[in-house]
């Protein structure tokens, strides 16, 4: 039994431990609840934060949003899963009028599936939730030994990745095409030129791309005048604007320099360097973290070595951030072949990622393994003879290198589309 956790789950009558790496090698989201004696007799359980974000994160049910009292329930179908088969129930989530309204839920007819103190574990598949009884050694042992119980985990995965297998069968379709012109020219044309083909319409939405899924493209080689080489490119996992403090544009303003682009023909005042933890840049920003505030900041060093806060992230920030753009990603590697003046891309790779371990997030950056670039610039322009600024908002982008990305988000499952 786990001692010590000062929680629901502290009550449980069987070690909760063995039961992780089921669930993560099955890739399905879970959440553990233990009946206490009290809320058994009552009927009612406590719907602790796991549960609220195991509910929240499978759009199953926002607790944040539910009014008070028994008119506003919702009833979600759910089942019971027994060692030979399943029994079809109904959960209750709502909040009550008193205590402040505590989000509660309940199964219909779990007085008869379990006891006081078992440990149950939901998961979630199609907008259906299912509960294990953990605590029951048929259970247990069909869910060990390659029973049914097994069997539902193995079925209820399968239909977890359906929406992987059907992008990855369209990205497979592209790869069989070969090269696919650029529709963009520069950077921006390896990942607007696959969404095109995948008749996935460019916008600025911060949402993942392809139903729940976030696209990222890459070159695995870059081709130039003076030939082809493998690209050192950094990923872009996310943009934030901080919590508070200067604005993105007023650090610019305050700390950039004035530029000559001579692609656009234009001057620009920008920041073209990397800012982070370990070190301070050319243009005097470097990151900190205040760990007792749980934030990020980045500040200016004066030639006192002394650090000014310029603006902050709150870690919770990046955590949501994170997991909202990757709870599953598709790292598509793309050949590049310049022909003529047009770049060509054939996408020959994909890396797939899921739920990454944002209690990594600060160490990270401590070390310097994600870092941040401020993408935004101002432009000069002339308008009736008077010279004015005009702000380019392109991000203050959280990056990591290629190489890296396993320790953020583990080992990825890699499909070579050449052989499938």
């Not at 990151?287 to 000014?308: G, T």
Request: glycine share 6%; net charge neutral; proline share 5%.
């Amino acid at each position: 039994m786990m001692k010590g956790r000062g929680n629901m789950l502290a009550m449980s009558d069987i070690y909760i431990d063995q039961f992780f790496p089921v669930f993560a090698n099955a890739g399905l989201p879970v959440a553990f609840l233990v009946p206490t004696p009290t809320g058994y007799d009552k009927s009612i359980m406590d719907a602790i934060a796991t549960v609220r974000t195991l509910l929240k994160e499978t759009d199953i049910h926002d607790y944040y949003f539910q009014e008070q009292g028994p008119e506003n329930k919702a009833r979600v179908p759910s089942y019971f899963v027994e060692y030979n088969g399943m029994v079809e129930t109904m959960a209750s989530l709502y909040r009550p009028k008193t205590k402040k309204g505590d989000p509660r839920i309940w199964f219909s007819g779990l007085k008869n599936y379990c006891q006081p103190r078992n440990l149950l574990a939901l998961t979630v598949s199609r907008g259906e939730i299912y509960v294990f009884n953990l605590s029951n050694d048929l259970i247990r042992n069909s869910l060990f030994n390659n029973g049914f119980v097994a069997d539902v985990l193995q079925q209820l995965s399968y239909d977890q990745n359906a929406i992987a297998r059907e992008l990855l069968w369209k990205i497979k379709d592209i790869h069989d095409q070969g090269f696919l012109p650029s529709i963009t020219p520069g950077d921006p044309g390896v990942g607007d030129t696959l969404e095109n083909a995948l008749s996935i319409s460019r916008n600025n939405s911060e949402l993942p791309d392809y139903k729940g899924i976030e696209l990222k493209a890459s070159r695995l080689t870059r081709t130039t005048r003076r030939g082809t080489r493998a690209t050192r490119d950094r990923v872009n996992l996310f943009s934030k604007v901080p919590d508070g403090g200067l604005s993105y544009s007023d650090i610019v303003g305050e700390f950039g320099r004035w530029t000559w682009n001579e692609a656009k023909q234009e001057e620009r005042l920008s920041i073209q360097n990397t800012t982070f933890f370990s070190k301070v840049n050319s243009f005097g920003l470097v990151l900190n973290i205040d760990n007792n505030n749980e934030e990020v900041h980045i500040c200016y060093e004066d030639a006192r070595e002394y650090k000014h806060m310029l603006s902050y992230w709150y870690l919770s920030t990046l955590n949501k951030k994170l997991l909202e753009k990757h709870k599953e990603t598709f790292w598509v590697k793309a050949v590049s072949d310049l022909r003529g003046n047009r770049e060509w891309f054939r996408y020959d790779i994909i890396e797939h990622t899921k739920n990454p371990n944002t209690s990594l997030i600060l160490p990270l950056i401590e070390t310097d393994k994600i870092m941040i670039d401020l993408a935004g610039y101002y432009k000069k322009i002339n308008k009736n003879g008077r010279d004015t600024l005009n702000w380019r908002d392109h991000g203050m982008l959280f990056k990591m290198w290629p190489q890296d990305l396993p320790l953020l988000f583990g080992e990825p499952e890699i499909y070579y589309l050449d052989e499938m």
